[in-house]
């Protein structure tokens, strides 16, 4: 019987056609056999990482979207292998013709070939920044998850990747922008709604501290050394990376070497809605200060509870709490409008805030949140962050979240977790993107990065 791995490419096509006829799907075929103006073409996608966020978003996000897989990548060979299954299981399931899905450990090697039009980054947070850069160089299109990066200066050289290949389409992952009532909020505030903006609260929720340190045997099928990247050199636990078994909350994700911790975590995506709310999605702020509690014991290291203050140009102040509702909360001149993901989760083991379910939008007043007949301010609309991506890919069309409107959604986030380190107010220049006469805190923009693996 012929597996999917010896199929050939001809037998695949064919196959994959006559399997379309039969369940009345059209067929899924790669831009270059129906040609770059085929109004069906499937774009054919890569998966950099094959973990919990990516099988619980970014793989079925991109395939109910239209994307086709035709190769999975991890530093994580059973991952690997378990993502290839998923994605098989997932077409079977959804009556998809199943394509050939190869296999690869190196995703330098996966973006040399030919077959692969773009790609999902759905790696740790250290690892974000280099695979985006080198699938842009390579002339790949990509979906990357937040933030863009661990430090400041990924997120640097991911925006000039970008510039530099224009052509090669990115979508940033802060899914919040195509969702319905992010969207209202946002354009209710930008129509002046509740009048000019004074304050903004974002509410995010905090991690625990804990995890094992005690070192471990590296398991055979994982290339800890990749996986650590320009980080430094540590012994092997398998509270540091993620479980074995299962794709539960990985420990990276509480470790500072490769996460900062909620307030890029969840900040990303909240302050990402608040400088679209405010129209500063391509500036930051100008003044920074925040003061958390860090653990004392344990391998987590990421910050307990905090506080953090963005001033911004335009004079409004952002302020970034554990204390507040998970969300966001506009507050102008002629009340307040609340938004937040209310019941949805994005993936089965987020953390909660432990208040009670929120609404999905609120407000001081009701009639606040009455809908605009004809806006002066109309913001990008989307339906579906994934299809939304597919459709800038087909047509050239902008993304709703570009890779620039990412990299000042996290950078944001970037240096109120310096200011939580510093513990003391910090100045800085959005326009030059760094701190003002401050050495100390600039050299915390950039960290120590091992050669093989640096941005």
């Not at 695979?131 to 991911?158: C, F, N, S, W």
């Not at 340190?213 to 320009?230: A, I, K």
């Not at 509270?239 to 969840?266: A, K, S």
């Not at 579906?384 to 986030?413: F, K, Q």
Request: aromatic share 8%; glycine share 8%.
């Amino acid at each position: 019987m012929t597996t999917i791995r010896s199929l050939t490419r001809r037998s695949f096509l064919r196959a994959g056609a006559i399997a379309a006829g039969a369940s009345g799907c059209p067929a899924i075929l790669p831009a270059r056999v129906l040609g770059a103006e085929a109004p069906s073409r499937q774009i054919q996608v890569g998966a950099i990482g094959c973990g919990r966020i990516a099988r619980e978003a970014d793989i079925p996000g991109t395939l109910k979207a239209g994307g086709v897989f035709v190769a999975v990548c991890d530093a994580d060979t059973k991952r690997a292998e378990l993502g290839r299954e998923f994605i098989l299981e997932w077409c079977r399931k959804n009556n998809r013709p199943a394509p050939e899905i190869r296999v690869y450990r190196d995703y330098r090697e996966m973006l040399r070939s030919p077959d692969v039009d773009a790609v999902t980054i759905s790696t740790p947070d250290h690892w974000h920044a280099l695979p985006t850069v080198d699938a842009l160089r390579a002339g790949k299109h990509a979906y990357v998850q937040k933030p863009a990066g661990r430090i400041y200066h990924e997120g640097v050289a991911m925006v000039k990747a970008a510039a530099e290949n224009p052509r090669a389409v990115v979508q940033f992952g802060t899914q919040q922008r195509s969702d319905k009532q992010f969207r209202e909020a946002v354009t209710l505030v930008r129509n002046g709604r509740i009048g000019a903006i004074r304050e903004i609260e974002v509410g995010l929720p905090v991690d625990p501290a804990g995890g094992n340190p005690t070192p471990m045997p590296v398991p055979p099928n994982l290339d800890y050394d990749r996986w650590l990247g320009w980080t430094a050199e540590v012994p092997y636990t398998e509270d540091r990376v993620h479980p074995q078994n299962g794709f539960g909350r990985p420990g990276w994700l509480r470790c500072e070497e490769y996460c900062c911790g909620m307030i890029t975590g969840w900040g990303v995506h909240h302050m990402d809605i608040a400088h679209w709310g405010m129209d500063t999605e391509r500036t930051g702020p100008v003044r920074v200060e925040a003061d958390a509690r860090f653990p004392t014991s344990g391998l987590w290291t990421v910050h307990g509870p905090y506080r953090c203050q963005l001033t911004y140009a335009n004079g409004v102040v952002v302020h970034i709490s554990d204390k507040y509702p998970n969300g966001i909360r506009f507050i102008g001149e002629d009340g307040w409008i609340f938004v937040s993901r209310g019941a949805q989760r994005a993936t089965a083991s987020d953390p909660t805030t432990g208040t009670r379910p929120l609404k999905a939008l609120d407000a001081s007043d009701p009639k606040l949140l009455e809908p605009i007949a004809s806006p002066k301010v109309e913001v990008y609309r989307s339906e579906d962050h994934y299809r939304n991506w597919l459709d800038g890919i087909r047509s050239g069309r902008p993304t709703i979240c570009p890779m620039e409107v990412g990299h000042r959604s996290t950078a944001c986030c970037n240096l109120a977790h310096i200011a939580m380190k510093l513990a003391r107010p910090l100045k800085f220049d959005p326009a030059r993107e760094q701190f003002v006469d401050d050495d100390e805190a600039n050299r915390l923009l950039r960290l120590p990065m091992r050669p093989m693996y640096a941005v």
